[in-house]
């Protein structure tokens, strides 16, 4: 069974970045798509950002130009490079793998933005 397992989270001031890591155990080919989603407190998780498995890339609208999915094959990993960070992008970060049966989660990163 795929595994994946998110890195890269912690806190950072207003203004900020980060660059989130995926790591998949089986490799990323097996996925349709691969996606990061989060969710604040007291909320739904919603999406942030996907790639197909060839290659092209959908984004939440809110988040266009500041952030940037992207992935490494030989690595078995997708990223998520998040730039002018703000305080409401505070939420944990969740990657998904989807392929023809099921969808796979990771435990999640949190990612603090303090004002």
């Known amino acids: 069974q795929a595994q994946l397992v998110e890195s890269g989270g912690g806190l950072v001031q207003a203004g900020g970045s980060l660059r989130l890591s995926c790591v998949a155990s089986d490799g990323i080919f097996r996925f349709a798509a691969m996606g990061w989603y989060r969710q604040a407190p007291g909320e739904q998780r919603e999406l942030v950002a996907a790639?197909?498995?060839?290659?092209?890339?959908n984004y939440a609208d809110s988040l266009k130009g500041r952030f940037a999915i992207s992935r490494n094959i030989f690595k078995k990993s997708v990223y998520l490079q998040m730039n002018s960070l703000k305080p409401e992008d505070t939420a944990v970060y969740y990657c998904?793998?989807?392929?023809?049966?099921?969808?796979?989660w990771g435990q999640g990163t949190q990612v603090t933005v303090s004002s």
């Open positions: 790639i197909t498995a060839d290659g092209n890339t």
């Open positions: 998904k793998g989807s392929d023809s049966r099921r969808d796979y």
